[in-house]
């Protein structure tokens, strides 16, 4: 099977700071990968060069065998990558509808097309099967849960082939985690392929097929989550030790 996303060699500096060396990552199809590493091993910086936040200094990037260019986040965006921040980058004092056609509107002539909009909002959070009874609320009235819904709504709708998720359980309950992880499982069910960052081993250990740990701007190692123990994987976290199974 091709790979969704293939990164090869991935280089970037800021100033002084070798921020990502050579760093190599791929992603298939109906796959969550797992990226981990402490604050400062780069995870973040290399997904904002796949996200179109940074332009590497050097390396590739393949989307589904194919070496693409991106330099911005809407070139991202093209090639069927969207990113959900931990922040979620929602509009508080907007609804749902808005949120998820935020600088995608639909128009009718000269006028926002608010009655198309909603439609296909609910369709989209149906298919996801969570309910938010009323998608014409501002988003600060609903649960974290219910954001991360409407964020991962607008991804889907605009036919993501990749998610990027940063942290897509920080700050939420119990229950609230449960169906992230459910709404996950239906997006890999779709073919849908997920990069997870994520500080919580349970939750990797729970939702991804691969794990993928940097220290230090590069690769530690990678390896499928029936392979290693959490201790392998902190192992590799904290001293940059490969466990034997994997040298």
């Given at each position: 099977m091709t790979p969704l996303i293939e990164m090869n060699n991935i280089s970037l500096r800021f100033g002084g700071n070798q921020a990502l060396s050579d760093v190599s990552i791929d992603l298939y199809p109906g796959e969550v990968v797992g990226l981990l590493g402490h604050n400062g091993a780069g995870k973040s910086t290399l997904i904002k060069v796949l996200a179109g936040a940074y332009k590497a200094d050097s390396g590739q990037i393949k989307v589904e065998g194919k070496e693409v260019q991106i330099n911005n986040p809407?070139?991202?965006?093209?090639?069927?990558?969207?990113?959900?921040?931990?922040?979620?980058?929602?509009?508080?004092?907007?609804?749902?509808?808005?949120?998820?056609?935020?600088?995608?509107?639909?128009?009718?002539?000269?006028?926002?097309?608010?009655?198309?909009?909603?439609?296909?909002?609910?369709?989209?959070?149906?298919?996801?099967?969570?309910?938010?009874?009323?998608?014409?609320?501002?988003?600060?009235?609903?649960?974290?849960?219910?954001?991360?819904?409407?964020?991962?709504?607008r991804a889907v709708y605009f036919k993501a082939r990749v998610l990027i998720m940063d942290e897509p359980t920080a700050a939420l309950g119990p229950e609230e985690t449960q169906k992230v992880s459910e709404l996950i499982q239906a997006l890999k069910a779709e073919g849908v392929g997920i990069f997870l960052i994520s500080h919580d081993l349970h939750d990797v250990f729970d939702l991804a097929d691969r794990v993928t740990v940097m220290k230090n701007g590069r690769v530690v190692g990678s390896a499928r989550t029936d392979q290693v123990s959490q201790d392998d994987v902190l192992g590799m976290i904290i001293g940059g030790v490969v466990p034997p199974q994997l040298r």
């Open positions: 809407q070139d991202s965006q093209r090639q069927g990558i969207e990113t959900i921040f931990q922040t979620l980058a929602l509009a508080d004092n907007l609804d749902a509808v808005a949120n998820i056609f935020l600088g995608r509107e639909k128009r009718k002539g000269f006028q926002l097309d608010e009655d198309t909009m909603e439609v296909e909002a609910r369709k989209v959070l149906d298919r996801l099967r969570v309910k938010i009874p009323s998608l014409r609320v501002p988003v600060s009235n609903m649960s974290g849960g219910q954001r991360q819904t409407v964020a991962i709504g």
